[in-house]
């Protein structure tokens, strides 16, 4: 029993030490001014919607509100981080300070899965796999494919919110998270009676999907054609493939 209350004093002894030695460190880090700014920006899609330059920019405001030798703190931290967040193309953002005093900013980008184009394509937006749209950017134009009506008419903004438009939105992100369709389909239109087509980047061919529903049957069957039909007859002897009837391809 002694041994076993030596060992717990011992234990609390260290954690306090440890606990006092970090209060320490942060009053420490609180008391050293900023020497530089570190910006990690991850990029596993290979997206260049912002830089470096360009976050650094959202911390210190454009240059008129500099961090490099302030003491920025816990409210002052998050609303730096709220100013890199408050960007369209920063998904997710962490900004702290180390224990050398300097600030550190982690950023993860937004991805867009589809580019929504209107007749003056100065317009045009992308969104993103929640359905929200983004506004182009300067620097780095996305390779995803394109939605429209077929008359050119623009879609709404809000058009992938609602319970409709959520299933056009499943068919997007079912190209975007398969390489082979991603590469494949390259303009996506829906038609006023709600039906969906698209075009091809290899083949002349006009797909005629029907509505978003049982959109992997339909992959399935769109991908037995490739398979089957343009390796004997060629990539051009159809100008029309429809896979939206079940157990069907109808080739014109």
């Known amino acids: 029993m002694e041994r076993t209350v030596r060992n717990l004093l011992v234990a609390a002894t260290c954690l306090l030490v440890l606990a006092g030695l970090g209060i320490f460190a942060a009053m420490?880090?609180?008391?050293?001014?900023?020497?530089?700014?570190?910006?990690?920006?991850?990029?596993?899609?290979?997206?260049?919607f912002i830089s470096e330059r360009g976050v650094t920019a959202l911390l210190t405001k454009g240059g008129t509100q500099p961090v490099v030798g302030t003491l920025p703190e816990g409210p002052r931290l998050r609303?730096?981080?709220?100013?890199?967040?408050?960007?369209?193309?920063?998904?997710?953002?962490?900004v702290y300070r180390d224990l050398a005093g300097n600030l550190h900013a982690d950023v993860r980008q937004n991805r867009p899965i589809a580019r929504l184009t209107h007749p003056d394509t100065r317009l045009d937006t992308y969104v993103d796999?929640?359905?929200?749209?983004?506004p182009l950017s300067p620097l780095f134009t996305a390779r995803v494919a394109t939605v429209a009506r077929p008359n050119g008419a623009s879609l709404p903004t809000a058009f992938f919110q609602d319970s409709t438009g959520r299933r056009y939105l499943e068919f997007l992100r079912y190209v975007d998270e398969h390489e082979f369709w991603k590469a494949q389909v390259s303009e996506v239109f829906i038609e006023p009676g709600g039906k969906l087509s698209f075009t091809q980047q290899v083949g002349d061919q006009r797909i005629e999907f029907g509505v978003p529903e049982n959109i992997s049957e339909k992959f399935a069957k769109l991908m037995v054609f490739y398979r089957q039909i343009p390796s004997v007859l060629g990539w051009d002897t159809y100008h029309r493939v429809n896979v939206e009837y079940q157990n069907q391809i109808i080739c014109e």
């Open 79 to 94: 609303q730096l981080e709220a100013r890199v967040l408050a960007h369209p193309f920063v998904r997710e953002a962490q």
């Open 28 to 48: 420490h880090q609180a008391r050293r001014p900023v020497g530089a700014v570190t910006v990690t920006i991850a990029n596993e899609f290979d997206n260049y």
């Open 129 to 134: 796999a929640e359905g929200h749209t983004l």
